[in-house]
T-cell receptor
């Protein structure tokens, strides 16, 4: 059971380039999330999805787009990368459950992205 | 709006001693509180949660946390620390109507042998 898998694990981009980060989960979870982690700032939510075909903005959505065409996949796109987007990106998923969203989130191991 | 604060960036404790990692929160309704742990180059792992009921919550690896509504706190505790407990710990909160968690800035716990 792989859980949450993120690809790639590392990437270096030049300013202005675009790329897509891939997240896949095999737990049949309804909810999926993209976070960025920066030193001293904890995790900040970029976008999230409560189901296939549905996405919503989080705390820091500017400069990012997402898509959830299949329940098991959640894609994060950077259309024109900027140095401020240098960060570690984490994908997470959770089961909705009868207690309405209080199930634990399961995290991937992150994508380390540097923008030069 | 929901928010959470972890007032200590770093906590050092000797192996075998009790440990406490502090967390305070702010919500407008009922809080749902979580603790996660992160080891180097890994994603976060769930430790425990408070939803309702008993104020003392027990979780994984011998950790527990005490919910204190009057002090709006949810401190993480362990009676006897292990060197292997050294990691980055995050507190998170969700208020009743919100769909997402808000994480604290994290506390680096170092257990000294």
């Amino acid at each position: 059971n792989a859980g949450v898998t993120q690809t790639p694990k590392f990437r270096v981009l030049k300013t202005g380039q675009s790329m897509t980060l891939l997240c896949a989960q095999d737990m049949n979870h309804e909810y999926m999330y993209w976070y960025r982690q920066d030193p001293g700032m904890g995790l900040r939510l970029i976008h999230y999805s409560v189901g296939e075909g549905t996405t919503a903005k989080g705390e820091v959505p500017d400069g990012y787009n997402v898509s959830r065409l299949k329940k098991q996949n959640f894609l994060l796109g950077l259309e024109s990368a900027a140095p401020s987007q240098t960060s570690v990106y984490f994908c997470a998923s959770s089961y909705f459950g009868s207690d309405r969203g209080n199930q634990p989130q399961h995290f991937g191991d992150g994508t380390r992205l540097s923008i030069l | 709006a929901q928010s959470v604060a972890q007032p200590e960036d770093q906590v050092n404790v000797a192996e075998g001693n009790p440990l406490t990692v502090k967390c305070t929160y702010s919500v407008s309704g009922n809080p749902y509180l979580f603790w996660y742990v992160q080891y180097p180059n890994r994603g976060l792992q769930f430790l425990l949660k408070y939803i309702t009921g008993d104020n003392l919550v027990k979780g994984s690896y011998g950790f527990e946390a005490e919910f204190n509504k009057s002090q709006t706190s949810f401190h993480l505790k362990k009676p006897s620390a292990l060197v292997s407990d050294s990691a980055l710990y995050f507190c998170a909160v969700r208020e009743g109507s919100a769909r997402q968690l808000t994480f604290g800035s994290g506390t680096q716990l170092t257990v000294l042998p």
